[in-house]
């Protein structure tokens, strides 16, 4: 480790040297151009709190500078899901060289960063420990400020990076560990108004998939079980097989998707006896099914995030003026959910922002960004080696105050639930 960070430290200089050969003007330019790019702040992010391996270097206007990211994806698929001390493997074997080539895309050496920004929340234990022990060691190695970061804020907040957002706005995140419908209204002020009470959306997906075979599909066989159900769906009929639309009758915005998924095994399990489907083999109808699953667990999304919206509204939230819902976690790269979103949005006057699929999944840069609005409002930032040493991570954080009993004290009735297909 201390070999590592001392051969980081020295990536500066060389740099410029290299340019020498070139014409007077292009090199007065390009020393020019660096220097002016030193000005900018820079933050380096790390994370690890699930499969991915990530990092980055971002600048404070929202550059990306230089990005590692290693997906574990291929081997948990092999394994038929995420076994923690594989996937902490994995990242230890990682994560020095995917940190090492974010720092070398960038162009900026160690020396050059700010500060290290570092998942410590919430996550699978055994991941976040080896992202947190490696960004504490670096920082107080390299000398540089420590921020720790949670993880689902970075997803939410990763849009800002890309696009002018502000506080506060309304904030879905669905993905592989969470489903959260939020009100996002600084930095440091987070407020649940829904959340699971059993499976995220992503988990369902995975589940599901991994219960319909789809890995013997070699279009599938190489991708997450959300992509896959969205690939195949393309192909079939939303209406074919009935699924219960969880929790709508309920006064509140919390989510259930395990019904969903056991709906879905009785299917399959009643398909594959009808037509005698054993081993490997795949269930007839397969398109059929993996749209009918994706539009009940759509449908489910999209009546909670409106039933959230007129808690918003009744509660005066928001500016009406400025309505704005953001999406993101993995599961938000799914073309028909961003559509059935995107219906809901404009029939209920909202503005619907989604980072692009890439900066929707796990990764270094929404660490990184996290970390760089911190550092410029000087918020959550640690300078002291003690104080640094002293962070733990966190498997579970609850984002922010949850306001669930008072959505259900409001007994919100909806008149008319928005229609997608
Ligand atoms: O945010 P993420 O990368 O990791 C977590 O923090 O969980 O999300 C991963 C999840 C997986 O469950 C994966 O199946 C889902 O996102 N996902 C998708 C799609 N791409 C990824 N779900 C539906 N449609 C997609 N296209
Ligand atoms: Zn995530």
């Not at 500078?65 to 995420?82: A, D, F, R």
């Not at 995917?98 to 991941?127: N, Y």
């Not at 769906?233 to 639309?245: K, L």
């Amino acid at each position: 480790m201390a070999a590592y960070i001392g051969h980081l430290c020295k990536l500066t200089l060389p740099r410029i040297r290299c340019h020498s050969r070139i014409d007077t003007y292009n090199h007065i330019r390009s020393i020019t151009s660096i220097v002016h790019q030193s000005k900018k702040q820079v933050v380096l992010g790390i994370e690890t709190s699930c499969d991915d391996t990530g990092a980055a270097v971002v600048s404070e206007d929202g550059e990306i500078l230089g990005e590692g990211l290693y997906s574990q994806q291929k081997i948990h698929l092999l394994h038929g899901g995420i076994i923690p001390p594989v996937a902490s493997r994995l990242h230890a074997e990682r994560i020095e060289s995917v940190v090492t080539t974010a720092i070398e895309r960038s162009g900026v050496s160690l020396d050059e960063i700010d500060a290290i920004a570092t998942t410590v929340k919430p996550g699978l234990s055994l991941s976040l420990s080896v992202g947190i022990n490696y960004g504490k060691k670096l920082a107080i190695s390299a000398n540089k400020p420590f921020i720790p970061i949670h993880h689902m804020e970075a997803h939410a907040l990763t849009i800002r990076m890309i696009e002018k957002v502000e506080f506060p706005f309304l904030v879905l995140l669905i993905s592989g560990g969470h489903s959260l419908l939020v009100l996002a209204r600084n930095l440091d002020d987070w407020c649940i108004i829904g959340k699971s009470v059993d499976d995220a959306p992503g988990e369902a997906l995975d589940k599901g998939a991994r219960r319909l075979k789809l890995r013997n599909i070699p279009e599938c066989s190489s991708v997450c079980g959300g992509q896959a159900i969205e690939y195949l769906a393309r192909e079939g009929n939303p209406r074919a097989f009935d699924f219960p639309t969880p929790m709508w009758k309920y006064r509140d915005c919390t989510f259930s998707f395990s019904g969903l998924k056991f709906t879905l095994k009785r299917i399959v399990e009643k398909l594959e006896e009808e037509y005698e489907i054993e081993g490997g083999r795949i269930i007839p109808q397969i398109e059929d099914v993996c749209a009918s699953y994706q539009y009940a667990i759509t449908k489910h999304i999209v009546r909670q995030t409106q039933k959230a919206m007129v808690y918003v509204e009744t509660r005066e939230l928001l500016p009406k003026e400025n309505y704005t819902l953001v999406v993101s976690g993995g599961v938000a790269c799914n073309q028909y959910i961003r559509r059935a979103l995107s219906l809901l949005c404009s029939e209920m006057g909202y503005r619907l922002v989604c980072p692009p699929p890439k900066l929707c999944t796990d990764n270094g840069i929404m660490i990184a960004w996290n970390g760089m609005e911190r550092w410029k409002t000087k918020t959550g930032i640690l300078y002291n080696k003690d104080d640094i040493e002293a962070v733990k991570f966190q498997p579970k954080c609850p984002i922010g105050e949850d306001l669930t009993d008072d959505v259900r004290s409001l007994g919100i009735k909806i008149k008319r639930w928005v229609k997608f297909r």
